[in-house]
């Protein structure tokens, strides 16, 4: 998609998203044999529910019908939210990211470093850095400009803190 494409696109969109309370995260057109496919990601601070992607898909196909956004060609509208181990760029993608197991590449040569974000400032993190063979965990503290990538990682057996301490209340 042309970087002219894209941002009138998000100029077109960006409005309607956010009348429905979420984000626009992310824009693409692909195409997928002679059919073309525009992806759009939405987000809030609290998560997306199917009834507002619905809401907000019918609003953005009712807006590209009525303009020639996409051109005369047939495509197909996909709406949704970020995946399970979605890449962290935004501030808010931190915040909304607090209490999760994220994977670190640092910069200058920093390594990598998983850690779970226990909070999200405006100048960086502070993480928790899991035990290794035994050892506690350890906190630490890391700049967004020591961060050169980040990305949720999936976790099977996380023992929800809050259920935890329901149970031991009842």
Do not use: C, W
Not at 1 to 10: A, G, I, K, P, V
Not at 61 to 88: C, F, H, I, N, Q
Not at 153 to 162: G, P, T
Request: net charge negative; glycine share 8%; proline share 2%.
């Amino acid at each position: 998609m042309s970087t002219t494409q894209s941002e009138r696109l998000r100029e077109l969109l960006e409005p309607l998203v956010t009348s429905q309370g979420l984000d626009l995260e992310e824009i693409a057109v692909d195409s997928v044999g002679r059919k073309r496919v525009l992806r759009v990601v939405v987000d809030s601070d609290t998560g997306a529910d199917l009834d507002q992607i619905a809401d907000v898909s019918r609003a953005l196909s009712a807006k590209l019908d009525e303009t020639d956004a996409m051109g005369e060609g047939e495509y197909t509208l996909e709406v949704g939210t970020p995946g399970a181990e979605r890449a962290l760029t935004e501030h808010r993608h931190y915040v909304r990211a607090t209490g999760r197991l994220v994977r670190f590449q640092l910069t200058d040569g920093g390594g990598e470093l998983v850690a779970r974000i226990l909070k999200a400032d405006d100048d960086g993190l502070d993480l928790e850095v899991p035990g290794v063979k035994g050892r506690k965990a350890t906190t630490r503290r890391v700049a967004f400009p020591e961060i050169e990538k980040a990305r949720v990682q999936v976790e099977f057996n996380r023992k929800d803190s809050d259920k935890d301490e329901k149970e031991e209340e009842a």
